[in-house]
């Protein structure tokens, strides 16, 4: 199902524009958008914004692909990640993020430049400028926090593993 405050359809692009609050909840996840744009497969148009994007209703389309713009957020089972632009790929259940993407699960956070992500697979792959921060078990035990912030105590506080490529040493730090 999708719902928003304003929907624009081009049955010849089979194309549906929607804006302003955009809400997709579909059985895997949930996508909210400032917008969303909806590609169907040729000639299945969309007819209403009230059709599922999972395909559990015999009148629905095939989805090819969807676009979000304007503070996304994804929320899955066990993930949540939060950016600027995101593209969902139906045909190999693929969801691309950039702006300023964010990836938060129980076992930590993960930002980069773009980070790809499957659906249907324990995968993702994180571009240019990557921070990890894992959080320690006890905090995934004791608080299963949401965002770095929850951890308050100093025992709690998560490990912060920069990735970035290395920095060249100065001449005077190199071995002679």
């Keep these: 199902m999708i719902t928003s405050e304003n ?3 081009d049955y010849l692009q089979s194309v549906g524009i929607f804006e302003g609050n955009v809400l997709v909840i579909d059985p895997r996840i949930t996508v909210r958008a400032d917008k969303m744009t909806v590609t169907f497969s040729k ?19 095939s ?3 969807i676009e979000a713009t304007g503070a996304v957020v994804i929320t899955e089972k066990d993930r949540k990640t939060q950016s600027e632009h995101a593209i969902y790929t139906a045909s190999d ?40 921060i894992f959080y320690p078990d006890e905090v995934k035990e004791k608080n299963e926090p949401t965002s770095v912030g929850d951890a308050t105590d100093p025992v709690d506080k998560p490990t912060d593993i920069d990735t970035s490529p290395p920095k060249p040493l100065e001449d005077k730090e190199k071995p002679e």
Aim: charged content about 25%.
């Design 7 to 9: 929907l624009r359809i």
């Design 93 to 132: 259940g693929k969801v691309v993020l950039t702006g300023n993407p964010q990836v938060e699960s129980p076992v930590g956070t993960v930002t980069g430049n773009k980070i790809t992500f499957w659906l249907n697979e324990q995968r993702m792959d994180v571009e240019s400028s990557t921070r990890t």
């Design 43 to 61: 000639g299945d148009a969309p007819e209403t914004a009230s059709k599922s994007v999972s395909g559990t209703n015999s009148t629905s389309r």
């Design 63 to 65: 989805l090819e692909k």
